[in-house]
């Protein structure tokens, strides 16, 4: 799936790069208007993202650009207008979807998947991950181990598919912080070991080989063999 980001804040597109390519996704950017409509004409997108606060043009009248000029992928509008006037402008004006800034990252996913799928073009190849005798369902968001159903929140939802998506690989604590938190809380919150141990209660039950490994210090790691 190729999706084009249009964010003109370093930050925030820098991170909205990294995550999308480690969700599987092909990622070309663009800080400004005039680069989206370039790569947009010329380039064959699965869904667009767009901020509206563009350097050079408002992001409504991008879109509408776009779609004058046949570009017909969806396109989740991102912005820190919230007013129900501001979401309902956007949505008319050739928008599928539109998410508030601040958003959270597991939220930006989701919404992208359903935008993907709504569209004919849910045939990401990443909508299943397999780790041993877990699975995870990333359409609709179920956990499995063996025949067992997992119970999982949204959030452990997310750190599982995280793990899964580098297993066998450590993770550090900044890294869950910054890719399924999004650097939202404190670096030296206890939340994220209450979140691996809810959820290690669940993955790693009775009769089944412990899949989560803490590494003292160093991080966390998902068995893959």
Request: glycine share 8%; with cysteine.
């Amino acid at each position: 799936m190729r999706v084009l980001l249009v964010e003109d804040e370093v930050e925030i597109r820098s991170f909205l790069e990294r995550s999308l390519t480690e969700a599987g996704y092909q990622v070309e950017v663009a800080p400004d208007g005039a680069t989206a409509e370039e790569l947009a004409v010329e380039g064959s997108h699965d869904a667009l993202i767009v901020d509206l606060g563009l350097p050079d043009v408002d992001g409504i009248t991008l879109i509408l650009r776009l779609r004058q000029l046949g570009v017909k992928a969806p396109v989740m509008i991102l912005s820190a207008r919230r007013t129900v006037d501001d979401r309902v402008r956007g949505l008319e004006q050739g928008g599928d979807d539109y998410l508030t800034k601040p958003f959270a990252l597991a939220e930006l996913l989701a919404r992208l998947r359903n935008l993907l799928r709504r569209h004919g073009s849910g045939g990401n190849p990443s909508t299943r991950l397999r780790v041993m005798d877990l699975e995870l369902d990333l359409l609709r968001r179920e956990a499995s181990r063996g025949d067992e159903a997992l119970q999982l929140t949204p959030q452990e939802f997310v750190l599982l598919e995280y793990l899964c998506r580098n297993a066998g690989r450590v993770v550090t604590r900044s890294m869950i912080l910054d890719q399924v938190w999004g650097m939202r809380i404190q670096p030296d919150t206890n939340v994220i070991d209450v979140h691996i141990y809810r959820l290690r209660g669940k993955v790693d039950t009775a009769g089944h080989e412990p899949l989560i490994k803490t590494l003292r210090g160093v991080g966390y790691v998902l068995k893959d063999r």
